[in-house]
């Protein structure tokens, strides 16, 4: 179970980053990437932080937090295995600043770019980028079959449960966002 469970998630990380247009990301690790990067990451954190203020944590059965974590996960992706970082990482905390509408500070922003950068580096978020594509599929498929959104997100929510049960990126993730979102308070 496991075996299939990592084969999934490889094949849906390799179908996530030919497609980044599914969840608005690059993943290249140029500085002219960063401040893309750093915007869609920005807005992942912007999306999750509020829902997060609303509910009092991180809900793993919302379709949406589930989509913007693979966002997140997949903007994240430049500032792994930089060898110069200042350039790239100069530019995503910028592009933070900016896509978050200002949740992200200037005086934030170097701290929140440094935690995410030891979160993509220590963690393997392939769970999560294939959470993301089930959600986006799921999303899709809810909307073409004009199915209810609640089924879509249980759905999701099952993937989610069962992949977090092979990896520690789930953990990771949320232990990072909390973090994160203490800088914002």
């Given at each position: 179970?496991?075996?299939?469970?990592?084969?999934?998630?490889?094949?849906?990380?390799?179908?996530?980053?030919?497609?980044?247009?599914?969840?608005?990301g690059t993943a290249q690790g140029?500085?002219?990437?960063?401040?893309?990067?750093?915007?869609?990451?920005?807005?992942?954190?912007?999306?999750?932080?509020?829902?997060?203020?609303?509910?009092?944590?991180?809900?793993?059965?919302?379709?949406?937090?589930?989509?913007?974590?693979?966002?997140?996960?997949?903007?994240?992706?430049?500032l792994k295995n930089l060898d110069d970082k200042s350039a790239f990482y100069s530019d995503f905390a910028a592009g933070l600043i900016l896509g978050s509408n200002n949740l992200v500070t200037q005086q934030t922003s170097k701290p929140v770019t440094n935690t995410l950068g030891s979160l993509v580096s220590?963690?393997?978020?392939?769970?999560?980028?294939?959470?993301?594509?089930?959600?986006?599929?799921?999303?899709?498929?809810?909307?073409?079959?004009?199915?209810?959104?609640?089924?879509?997100?249980?759905?999701v929510a099952s993937t989610v449960n069962a992949i977090s049960e092979t990896t520690?990126?789930?953990s990771n993730t949320l232990s990072s966002l909390a973090t994160i979102f203490g800088m914002f308070q």
């Open positions: 179970m496991k075996k299939l469970l990592k084969s999934v998630a490889l094949v849906a990380l390799c179908a996530l980053v030919a497609s980044c247009g599914v969840l608005g140029t500085a002219a990437s960063g401040s893309v990067n750093g915007q869609n990451s920005g807005a992942a954190l912007k999306s999750l932080y509020s829902q997060y203020k609303t509910d009092g944590k991180v809900d793993l059965t919302n379709l949406n937090n589930i989509i913007s974590m693979a966002q997140l996960v997949n903007g994240i992706q430049g220590g963690t393997d978020l392939s769970a999560i980028a294939a959470a993301g594509l089930a959600a986006a599929a799921q999303s899709q498929q809810a909307q073409q079959a004009k199915q209810s959104a609640t089924t879509a997100a249980g759905n520690a990126g789930v």
